[in-house]
Structures are given as structure tokens and as C-alpha cells.
């Protein structure tokens, strides 16, 4: 019956979509014409720029492996029965709608799509404006097999409407293939979003090759078995788990997302959550000859002796202690780290740090004297600033969870705001730049449906409900709103296992996010957004992904499913 209702509601939208435009994320401003072009092994994609060639690339690519077509590519040529694509003129960004007309300081990305019966006319405002236009261009083929393929006349002119437009991905709980990471970045640059926030470091797991300190990698990247379903568990795999990415895979991955206009940036968690470096280097710790703490009511694989990589899921005492020894180890990883991932920023992670070491510690209390602070708040708050002061004399920006407003802010840096709303709302206060990512909206490791048959943390955030949210808290004044650089959503993987998993958690939702980063609120329409992710459902079959349909459990479409922050 599901699978009946789910084929007429996707025939309906198709019927639908011949009159209106596929497109997710929504334009700013999206006019449709009358006829059709056609492409077809005639056409060719016409590029008139430098920089334009991996937009140029990145389309033909699509039609080769999805369609069979393989266009040529060229810098000069006939512009009628072509692909073409271009610079804009300067004046794209006023050239919008009303709205973000108004806008100060405009988003970089802009970019027109005309779609006439002759030609096909890309014109971006720079080299990602003309990449996101041939995200849209994409989503106008048909899904099926062709070497003709007729797509609806239009005029398109949009820009994004936030800066920040990101993925996070934990890859230390449960270790992903390369080939899937690229596979993730895809998923990202169809969605016209621009940040893959890669989590690299955990307490089950160190994934990335730092040469200085190779047991970061043969001892702290594996732990000796995996608690079995919903904390606490139900036993241990009692199998040996782990991997690590070398530098030469990162450099792949960071140049992979580069070529999609999609900057990565790295965490390297501190000072919780460092139980897998602890595990390598004990001397991290406060505590360096005590053995780790077993939690409660656990079963575990192996030696409970010394310094052991984490096998549940959970938060642990053992954490980085504030000796010269930790900032000399940290700043070796950073000059590693920053050789490898080119971007603005550098996330620190800062969250969910217990004070019980530090509070035990006579290293930590005599610290606390010395430095005038007030308490281990006041700690880890130097802590932060310690680590912010480096990587900013490197040129790097640091981004932390809202626990680092705990003890006062670092100076310079900016605020993921997890815990609700108020550590983003606080930050911008303060003149902080932040990223929103509240777990209520923006965690996709919660449940999608009340019927859920698969294993989750808990939570329950439907699409809907991710569709309702907007980034721009209402406690905020309209200068204090500048600061709110845009969201994320968050994947964290106690409970995924595997890439099918993954993309099960992150599809719908992810098309509802995009939409909240992308299109201007006053022209977000949650009918309109159904109607489009219906032929988003029939997008997923033609590419083969995975995904939730949870979407058509009528128990989800309740006041609750899209109540607002």
C-alpha cells in the first residue's frame, strides 16, 4: 500500500513539475517559459572564462555516466544549440529580487540560468556561482535513459542566502572509505551547500595520519571491539575496528571538494574527547600511569591495563591535561593539519569537557593559581585560548562547540551553537561569528519517524521539522544577526555503521537544509517544498540512493513534527 501510495504521489508531482520548476534549493526569482530545449549528441558545452572548466566538466561528466552523452567541451563555438557557460556582469547581485536587493553585503554565489529554445546560458558572478547554476541545470534532465533529453524553458537569477551551508560528518565512531567521503561531498555540492566539517579525532578513534607521532595511528585509530546496539549494549564485537586516512588520501579528499567548491574543514577534538590520542601517548594525560576507566555495566573486548582506546559510546574523565608537554603535542598536530586542509578555519571542538581530572589534579589547581583563573572553567577557557593563539599566528580561524563561552571566549573565535539556540544568541552578542546547528533541528542522527525500525541515538527530527527551522534566532537584533554566518547539520555515528546507514539519516533532511540555507525566507513555502521533494524521491531512485521514507508516515505530519525553535 506504501509503495502504491508513494508511485501516484510521484506521478502526481511530475505532472506537477511540467508546469513548475524541480529545482531544490528554490531560487531566489525562477520564471518558466512555454517550450523546451533539447540536448543531444549535437550540443556541445560552450565555457567563456577562465576557471570555468570544472563546471564545464563536472556537467559532462553527469551526462556521460547517467545518460551516455558525452559533449564536448570547447572555449569557443556557436552559442545557439549550446551549453554555455559564463561570467555575469558585475551588477548579477542587484539583479535579483527586492529582497536581496536590500542586502548589504551580498553572498558570493550568484549566478542566472536561461533556458530558451535555442540555447542554454549559465552566467555565474564568479566560479561557484557558475557551478551552482549547473546544479540547477542538473535537476531539470528527466530521470530516464536517453540521448535526447528535453528540459522546460526558464529564466533563473539566484544567490545563496547564507555564507555557511555545511555537512558535518563523524568519521571516528565509524570509519568511512574515501571513495565514500567523495561520494558525501557529492551530496553536498548537489544540495549548493559549500562546508564539509570533517570530525577526525574521538574517543574511539584518531583517523588521520600525523607523521610525528605515528601511534596516533597504530595505536589510537583502532579499539579492540564495539559495543553492540543502543548504549549500554547488549555485548561486544570483540572484533578489532578502526583506519585512518593518510595525508595523501586527505589531500585527494580536500582537492576532490575544492574541484566542488566545497571547503573542508578538520576537527581535531580538545580537550575531551581525547581518549584514542591519550591511548598513544599516555603523557597527554593528568593521570598518565592510571589504567582507563571501564564504564559501568559495559562489555569489553581485551586488556583493561593502561591507556585503551574507548569502546562505547559516551563522555569520559580522561582528558587532555594543560601541561606544556599537551600544547607542544597540539601545536606539532596543527602544523601537520594546517599543511593539509587550506581552509579559513580549523574547528577545536572544546564540547562536553569533564573537569574531574583537571579538579584532581594538583598540576591543574596549582595552574589555576598561577594564571588568576577562577575555576576549571577558567582552565579550559586558557586552554582554548592557548590553542586559538597559535593557529591565528599560523593564520587560521578557530571554530568551537558552545562550551568554549564556559570561562570566557577566546578572542577571535567562532561559536557552533549545539545546546539550543543560546550559546549562538550569546555569541553574536559578544560580536562572535556563529555557525547554528541546535541538536532539536539540525542533528541527523535523531530518528526520522516514530515507527523508526532501526537502531538511533534518540531524538525525533523529521523533515518537516528541519524545514521549519531558520538560523537567525528571533532573540537577536538586526546588527547582532550579522554574526549568524549561516548552520549545519550534524551526523554523528554511534549508529551508523555503514554508508547506507548514513545516507538513510541524511536523506530527505538534507534537501529540507538546503533550502533553509539557500532560498530567501520569505519565499520558503513548506506546500510548494512537498511538491518538489516528491520528484527529490524519484531524484534519489535515478542516482541510487538511500533514504528514508518516513516522509509518508502519516504519524509524522502532526503540529509537534514542525513545531519552532
Same mark, same amino acid.
Given at each position: 500500500?506504501?509503495?502504491?501510495?508513494?508511485?501516484?504521489?510521484?506521478?502526481?508531482?511530475l505532472?506537477?513539475?511540467?508546469?513548475e520548476?524541480?529545482?531544490?534549493?528554490?531560487? /531566489?526569482?525562477?520564471?518558466?517559459?512555454?517550450?523546451?530545449? !533539447?540536448?543531444?549528441?549535437?550540443?556541445?558545452?560552450?565555457?567563456?572564462?577562465?576557471?570555468?572548466?570544472?563546471?564545464?566538466?563536472?556537467?559532462?561528466?553527469?551526462?556521460?555516466?547517467?545518460?551516455?552523452?558525452?559533449?564536448?567541451?570547447?572555449?569557443?563555438?556557436?552559442?545557439?544549440?549550446?551549453?554555455?557557460?559564463?561570467?555575469?556582469?558585475?551588477?548579477?547581485?542587484?539583479?535579483?529580487?527586492?529582497?536581496?536587493?536590500?542586502?548589504?553585503?551580498?553572498?558570493?554565489?550568484?549566478?542566472?540560468?536561461?533556458?530558451?529554445?535555442?540555447?542554454? *546560458?549559465?552566467?555565474?558572478?564568479?566560479?561557484?556561482? $557558475?557551478?551552482?547554476?549547473?546544479?540547477?541545470?542538473?535537476?531539470?534532465?528527466?530521470?530516464?535513459?536517453?540521448?535526447?533529453?528535453?528540459?522546460?524553458?526558464?529564466?533563473?537569477? +539566484?544567490?545563496?542566502?547564507?555564507?555557511?551551508?555545511?555537512? #558535518?560528518?563523524?568519521?571516528?565512531?565509524?570509519?568511512f572509505?574515501?571513495?565514500?567521503?567523495?561520494?558525501?561531498?557529492?551530496?553536498?555540492?548537489?544540495?549548493?551547500m559549500?562546508?564539509?566539517?570533517?570530525?577526525?579525532?574521538?574517543?574511539?578513534?584518531?583517523?588521520?595520519?600525523?607523521?610525528?607521532y605515528?601511534?596516533?595511528?597504530?595505536?589510537?585509530?583502532?579499539?579492540?571491539g564495539?559495543t553492540?546496539?543502543?548504549?549500554?549494549? !547488549?555485548?561486544?564485537?570483540?572484533?578489532?575496528?578502526?583506519?585512518?586516512?593518510?595525508?595523501?588520501?586527505?589531500?585527494?579528499?580536500?582537492?576532490?571538494? $575544492?574541484d566542488?567548491?566545497?571547503?573542508?574543514?578538520?576537527?581535531?577534538?580538545?580537550?575531551g #574527547?581525547?581518549?584514542?590520542?591519550?591511548?598513544?601517548?599516555?603523557?597527554?594525560?593528568?593521570?598518565?600511569?592510571?589504567?582507563?576507566?571501564v564504564?559501568?555495566?559495559? $562489555?569489553?573486548?581485551?586488556?583493561?591495563?593502561?591507556?585503551?582506546v574507548?569502546?562505547?559510546?559516551?563522555?569520559?574523565?580522561?582528558?587532555?591535561?594543560?601541561?606544556?608537554? !599537551?600544547f607542544?603535542?597540539?601545536?606539532?598536530?596543527?602544523?601537520?593539519?594546517?599543511q593539509?586542509?587550506?581552509?579559513?578555519?580549523? #574547528?577545536?571542538?572544546?564540547?562536553?569537557?569533564?573537569?574531574?581530572?583537571?579538579?584532581?589534579? /594538583?598540576?591543574?589547581?596549582?595552574? *589555576? %593559581?598561577?594564571?588568576?583563573?577562577? +575555576?576549571?572553567?577558567?582552565?579550559?577557557? &586558557?586552554?582554548?585560548?592557548?590553542?586559538?593563539?597559535?593557529?591565528?599566528?599560523?593564520?587560521?580561524?578557530?571554530?568551537?562547540?558552545?562550551? *568554549?563561552?564556559?570561562?570566557?571566549?577566546?578572542?577571535?573565535?567562532?561559536?557552533?551553537?549545539?545546546?539550543?539556540?543560546?550559546?549562538?544568541?550569546?555569541?553574536?552578542?559578544?560580536?562572535h561569528?556563529?555557525?547554528?546547528?541546535?541538536?532539536?533541528?539540525?542533528?541527523?542522527? #535523531?530518528?526520522?519517524?516514530?515507527?523508526?525500525?532501526?537502531? !538511533?541515538?534518540?531524538? &525525533?527530527?523529521?523533515?518537516?521539522?528541519?524545514?521549519?527551522?531558520?538560523?537567525?534566532?528571533?532573540?537577536?537584533?538586526?546588527? +547582532?544577526?550579522?554574526?549568524?554566518?549561516? $548552520?549545519?547539520a550534524?551526523?554523528?555515528?554511534?549508529?551508523?555503521?555503514?554508508?547506507?546507514?548514513?545516507?538513510?539519516?541524511?536523506?530527505?533532511?538534507?534537501?529540507?537544509?538546503?533550502?533553509?540555507?539557500?532560498?530567501?525566507?520569505?519565499?520558503?513555502s513548506?506546500?510548494?517544498?512537498?511538491?518538489?521533494?516528491?520528484?527529490?524521491?524519484?531524484?534519489?531512485?535515478?542516482?541510487?540512493?538511500?533514504?528514508s %521514507?518516513?516522509?509518508?508516515?502519516?504519524?509524522?505530519?502532526?503540529?509537534?513534527?514542525?513545531?519552532?525553535?
Amino acid at each position: 500500500m506504501k509503495k502504491l501510495f508513494l508511485s501516484i504521489c510521484i506521478l502526481a508531482s511530475l505532472i506537477s513539475i511540467a508546469q513548475e520548476s524541480p529545482i531544490i534549493p528554490q531560487p /531566489a526569482s525562477l520564471k518558466m517559459g512555454e517550450g523546451s530545449f !533539447t540536448v543531444n549528441n549535437k550540443t556541445s558545452i560552450v565555457t567563456k572564462g577562465a576557471g570555468l572548466n570544472k563546471s564545464a566538466k563536472f556537467l559532462q561528466a553527469y551526462l556521460k555516466k547517467m545518460y551516455g552523452l558525452v559533449l564536448p567541451i570547447s572555449t569557443s563555438g556557436n552559442i545557439n544549440g549550446n551549453i554555455v557557460i559564463s561570467y555575469a556582469k558585475p551588477e548579477i547581485n542587484n539583479n535579483v529580487t527586492p529582497a536581496l536587493k536590500a542586502v548589504s553585503n551580498p553572498i558570493p554565489g550568484a549566478y542566472t540560468l536561461t533556458i530558451s529554445e535555442k540555447e542554454v *546560458i549559465i552566467e555565474g558572478e564568479n566560479e561557484a556561482g $557558475a557551478f551552482y547554476g549547473v546544479q540547477s541545470l542538473i535537476q531539470l534532465f528527466p530521470f530516464t535513459k536517453s540521448t535526447n533529453l528535453s528540459i522546460p524553458q526558464l529564466l533563473v537569477k +539566484d544567490q545563496p542566502r547564507f555564507a555557511y551551508r555545511g555537512m #558535518h560528518l563523524d568519521v571516528a565512531r565509524h570509519f568511512f572509505p574515501v571513495d565514500f567521503l567523495k561520494k558525501y561531498i557529492d551530496f553536498i555540492a548537489m544540495h549548493k551547500m559549500n562546508t564539509f566539517h570533517w570530525h577526525l579525532t574521538e574517543d574511539q578513534g584518531w583517523r588521520i595520519e600525523i607523521k610525528k607521532y605515528p601511534r596516533l595511528t597504530e595505536i589510537g585509530a583502532f579499539r579492540n571491539g564495539t559495543t553492540i546496539g543502543r548504549y549500554p549494549g !547488549t555485548g561486544n564485537t570483540n572484533t578489532r575496528y578502526g583506519g585512518f586516512y593518510t595525508q595523501a588520501q586527505i589531500k585527494e579528499i580536500v582537492q576532490y571538494a $575544492a574541484d566542488r567548491y566545497v571547503e573542508v574543514i578538520p576537527e581535531i577534538e580538545l580537550p575531551g #574527547h581525547s581518549s584514542a590520542a591519550i591511548a598513544a601517548y599516555p603523557e597527554l594525560s593528568c593521570f598518565p600511569d592510571s589504567s582507563t576507566k571501564v564504564p559501568a555495566k559495559i $562489555a569489553w573486548n581485551g586488556s583493561t591495563k593502561g591507556k585503551q582506546v574507548q569502546q562505547t559510546w559516551g563522555v569520559f574523565e580522561d582528558v587532555f591535561a594543560p601541561t606544556e608537554t !599537551t600544547f607542544k603535542f597540539l601545536e606539532n598536530v596543527f602544523d601537520e593539519v594546517i599543511q593539509l586542509f587550506p581552509s579559513k578555519y580549523i #574547528h577545536i571542538g572544546g564540547d562536553e569537557c569533564p573537569k574531574e581530572a583537571w579538579k584532581k589534579s /594538583a598540576y591543574c589547581q596549582q595552574l *589555576i %593559581k598561577e594564571k588568576g583563573l577562577k +575555576d576549571e572553567h577558567g582552565l579550559q577557557s &586558557y586552554f582554548i585560548q592557548r590553542v586559538e593563539k597559535y593557529l591565528n599566528s599560523k593564520g587560521r580561524q578557530i571554530i568551537g562547540w558552545d562550551e *568554549i563561552l564556559e570561562g570566557g571566549l577566546a578572542p577571535n573565535a567562532t561559536v557552533m551553537s549545539w545546546r539550543g539556540e543560546q550559546g549562538g544568541i550569546e555569541a553574536a552578542k559578544q560580536k562572535h561569528n556563529v555557525i547554528m546547528t541546535p541538536g532539536g533541528w539540525m542533528y541527523f542522527d #535523531h530518528k526520522q519517524s516514530k515507527n523508526e525500525d532501526s537502531v !538511533t541515538i534518540g531524538g &525525533y527530527t523529521t523533515v518537516q521539522k528541519v524545514y521549519s527551522y531558520d538560523p537567525i534566532p528571533k532573540a537577536l537584533s538586526a546588527e +547582532d544577526a550579522k554574526y549568524v554566518l549561516g $548552520a549545519q547539520a550534524n551526523v554523528w555515528t554511534e549508529y551508523m555503521t555503514n554508508t547506507s546507514k548514513v545516507e538513510y539519516q541524511i536523506f530527505p533532511r538534507m534537501s529540507a537544509l538546503s533550502e533553509v540555507l539557500w532560498t530567501p525566507k520569505e519565499q520558503k513555502s513548506w506546500p510548494n517544498f512537498e511538491k518538489r521533494l516528491l520528484n527529490q524521491f524519484k531524484r534519489f531512485d535515478w542516482l541510487g540512493f538511500n533514504y528514508s %521514507k518516513a516522509f509518508f508516515d502519516p504519524a509524522n505530519n502532526t503540529p509537534e513534527t514542525t513545531k519552532k525553535p
